[in-house]
């Protein structure tokens, strides 16, 4: 069995900013990559950024200048920098994995997601 959990959303002013972490644990063989996504109110999930096992990165439009995604592979942890928060960035953010288990099954992990608040 496989967790992904995050920590580090909550309210703050925009302009702002927070740091999100979350924890790949369980039984990981590997791990190809892992992101960010969201959902804010009335709208669908949307990727944020993604990060490969090599360091490749890539980032929604609308968050690139602004958000930094990066990864301890040691640690099976990804973090995501958040900076200059909009109003707009509200969301409930969710970590996801693409991994192989110790059973050699490859396939997607989401975690419980966290709610970031971006006031104006």
């Known amino acids: 069995q496989v967790q992904l959990v995050e920590s580090g959303g909550g309210l703050v002013q925009a302009g702002g900013s927070l740091r999100l972490s979350c924890v790949a644990s369980?039984?990981?063989?590997?791990?190809?990559?892992m992101g960010w996504y969201r959902q804010g109110p009335g709208t669908q999930r949307e990727l944020v950024t993604v990060i490969t096992s090599d360091g490749s990165t890539n980032y929604a439009d609308s968050v690139k200048g602004r958000f930094t995604i990066s990864r301890d592979n040691t640690k099976n942890t990804v973090y995501l920098q958040m900076n200059s928060l909009k109003p707009e960035d509200t969301a409930v953010y969710y970590c996801?994995?693409?991994?192989?288990?110790?059973?050699?099954?490859?396939?997607?992990?989401w975690g419980q997601g966290t709610q970031v608040t971006v006031s104006s």
């Open positions: 996801w994995a693409d991994l192989i288990t110790t059973n050699y099954w490859r396939h997607d992990h």
């Open positions: 369980g039984n990981i063989f590997s791990i190809k990559a």
